[in-house]
């Protein structure tokens, strides 16, 4: 994912006090891409951008210090700019794999010349209506994302300034300066702060507003009136306008203070009904609202619109702690189904065990202690586990024993299991050996001892994860019901335009390793393996992800009946009594609309006689040797959109399979099941283009066929493929290409 940063600079003091938005009241900082003297090129500028590696990274101090890199500037803080309804279904989607953070900076905060020698991309600050201008009129180049982000800040400012305070809160200085300026040692001097003060500290104070150095003035006089306070305990945000939790970090004790707060009993907030801030809250985190109020139905609805249930709100929380502290367990399990984990952890590391340990909940322990991949070890900030916090919770009953005790047993418990399926729909039920970090490589090992394979076979099959629109060959390190429980929230959402991500249950697969060879294939004898094998390929061509001839498939109908009918006495009587029922269990459903049932039939029984003696295991070698010989097998397949660009034509954007194997890449079109192109490595070029989830795949020829490589390539044509699993696509040809692409020949 990619952080865009808006970072905006006022040009008055008064601007962040206006209930009107206009442009001219700030000023934007954006990159220079320097053009090259002498090419008449429009100037380029866009906002800057860094990379998140993982979706867990806490972006703030991320951004904060890309600014400081940028610029020398230390931003006041970085909020998320969440898209709102006017910006376009599609369009959301489409920068799904963008985020867009607002960085306000503060009025003397000036570029560091230091820092802008440095950049590769010259960073200024442009006022914002210039910008506004020269999108207009296209002085400027602005790259497409960049338009869009600019386009929807200007309404996120808009709906800004409207509340009341709500800019001025978010240019106020930051929380650590109004700390240093902040009374808080009995010694400290006055005179210090005041404009008339002598030396650079004073001269730095001296620019702030007067209210600031009242407000310390003030904090003093206060100060002075504590009598013998040995520590006094500050929290930053006090004052401020600003949200905060309350809750504490740490706490000092006054035995002489009347009416003092028990903090133990401190919990999780709930706003009051008629509060401002809860209806705000309530309508910016509906997920978190309905589950904590145990509406299981509307948090159903919710979730088949897309909300994600892992979602944290501005108490960082996800509603998981909802309906976990509010003892909504059936809204836990529907939060847990739709992909959130049971080991999700809040702003104070706790986990929804750890609640139902504080709370004593016996029948929530039972909920996620039935889970596989429930961690027993996650420890809070005070490094305690959910059963320490029940050893340990003030005023202990009877229910914190019995949830101790569940856990106790839970620690106790054999190891656990999960289902692996093979390509004939049969499974296997393998132990967790190490628990939820069990990797593939463990499964695999334990897949080898179940059919007694030899060891040289154990590349030839991995474990995939597939669902309703996406398959994926895990990697060997890889923790397995950790990839299972993301399926929902991370890799459907991320690589597929799934509606419902919920109804794409994963399931796990033990399948052919894309990355292996046909001819190392070929060497393979073991009868299982073989057996393995068969089915794959069986599957893959029933559902017409193996177009080939009618001569071939005539062949795998009459191979497939014979295995099928193997020992029965009566198989003429049988093969003239075929249905459409039964040749679809032969013959590709789009194959069958072609032709007539009576023309299958007849082709059918004539080959037939040409296998029926063959025995079982040979005939699915012979099925195996003839899938062999099709440049498409032992591909991995993704799905797009592909849109031809020809010389002379264009041909329109068409769904289709692309499967990508040893040889090369292979496009099927999904509707017809027809190959419509099928290119080795060695006549294509190809590049990922990442900002349009787009892979694009260049046809060349060489110039001259004296065997020698050519200094210069035509182009033949050109095939865009539109998917959000380009960056996948290419990944994989480029490993396979290196792997066998110049060696391999069927």
Known sequence: MDVVLAVLRPKQSQATQSQSYRPQLYEILLLDSKTPQGEKVKPAKYLPMLPMKTVEEEPRELVLTQVYRLTGIKGERALQVQWNQDVPGSLRESLSQFCLFFVPVSLNDKVNKKFVEQAQNTPGFYPLEYVNEALA????????????????????????????????????????????????????????????GEGASSSKVAQLPPKIQLTANEALAKMLAIEKCDTVVMNPLFGSGLPYKTKVNSFEVNDHWLRMPNYRNISIPSPPPNNPSASRWREKFPLHAFAAAGDKEEVGILLKKGYSPSETDSNSLAPIHYAAWYGCISVVEQLISA?????????????????????????????????????????????????????????????????????????????????????????????????????????????????????????????????????LQLKLEHEVVKELQQWHTRSVNMLTEARNPSEEEPSLKWRRNVKVSVDKEKQVQHPKALDLLFHEAYYNYINGLYPCKDRDIVTFASIIFAIQHHGTGSVKSVLSTLNMGQLKEMIPAASLRNNQLSHWIKQISKEYNNVKDIPQQQLKSHFLSICQRLMVYGSAFFTGNITSHQRKSSIPSAPCFVGVNDLGIHIINIQTKQMVESLEYGEIVWKHIFERSLLEVTLIKPESRDGRSPRGLASRGVYEIRTRQAGLIDHLMQQLKRMHGDNVVR
């Open 137 to 196: 009129n296209g002085s400027v180049h602005f790259p497409s994302p960049t338009r869009t982000f600019l386009s929807h800040l200007e309404s996120w400012l808009r709906d800004k300034h409207q509340r009341s305070t709500a800019i001025e809160c978010m240019f106020r200085p930051r929380a650590e300066f109004r700390i240093h300026l902040t009374v808080h040692n009995p010694a400290f001097i006055p005179s210090r702060i005041t404009p008339e």
């Open 339 to 471: 992909g959130c984990s049971p080991n999700t952890v809040d702003g104070e590391n706790s986990t929804p065990l750890h609640m139902a340990a504080k709370k004593g909940n016996v029948q929530l322990a039972q909920c996620l202690l039935r889970r596989i991949d429930i961690d027993l070890n996650i420890r809070d900030k005070d490094g305690k586990r959910a059963i320490d916090v029940c050893s340990t919770v003030h005023n202990r009953t009877s229910r914190h024993e019995q949830v101790e005790q569940l856990i106790k047993d839970a620690a106790q418990r054999p190891n656990l299991s999960i289902e692996v399926f093979l390509m004939d729909n049969s499974s296997k039920s393998l132990q967790l050996s190490s628990g939820y970090k069990t990797t593939v490589q463990q499964l695999n090992e334990q897949m080898m001892k179940e059919f007694n394979l030899p060891m040289k076979y154990s590349d030839i099959f991995t474990l995939w994860i597939c669902s309703k629109s996406l398959e």
